[in-house]
Nanobody, 117 residues
Framework: QVQLVESGGGLVQPGGSLRLSCTVS????????MDWYRQAPGKQRELVAG???????NYADSVKGRFTISRDNAKNTVYLQMNSLKPEDTADYYC???????????WGQGTQVTVSS
């Protein structure tokens, strides 16, 4: 059973920063594409950022220039550095790992991010 454990959420003022972490169990982390999603109250879950096993990265337009995704394969961990946070970034953030076959698709439990003064 693959487990994903997120951490790093919390309350931050507008303009502040947070770094989310997601650690994946098992020993094949390096083959996963790792994505961060978020879901705000009353809204659909949306893809925020993703990084492939080869290091290719993509971002949602709404976070480009403010968020940075990275991975450390030695630590089985993916990070989401979030800078210049806005109230509209408030959401539950979820980590997803998916591999080269369809059944390799795993989710974390989520971590809450609240941006408010």
């Amino acid at each position: 059973q693959v487990q994903l454990v997120e951490s790093g959420g919390g309350l931050v003022q507008p303009g502040g920063s947070l770094r989310l972490s997601c650690t994946v169990s098992g020993n094949i982390f390096s083959i996963y594409t790792m994505d961060w999603y978020r879901q705000a109250p009353g809204k659909q879950r949306e893809l925020v950022a993703g990084i492939t096993s080869g290091g290719n990265i993509n971002y949602a337009d709404s976070v480009k220039g403010r968020f940075t995704i990275s991975r450390d394969n030695a630590k089985n961990t993916v990070y989401l550095q979030m800078n210049s946070l806005k109230p509209e970034d408030t959401a539950d953030y979820y980590c997803n790992a998916h591999g080269p076959v369809v059944w390799m698709n795993y989710w974390g439990q989520g971590t809450q991010v609240t941006v408010s003064s």
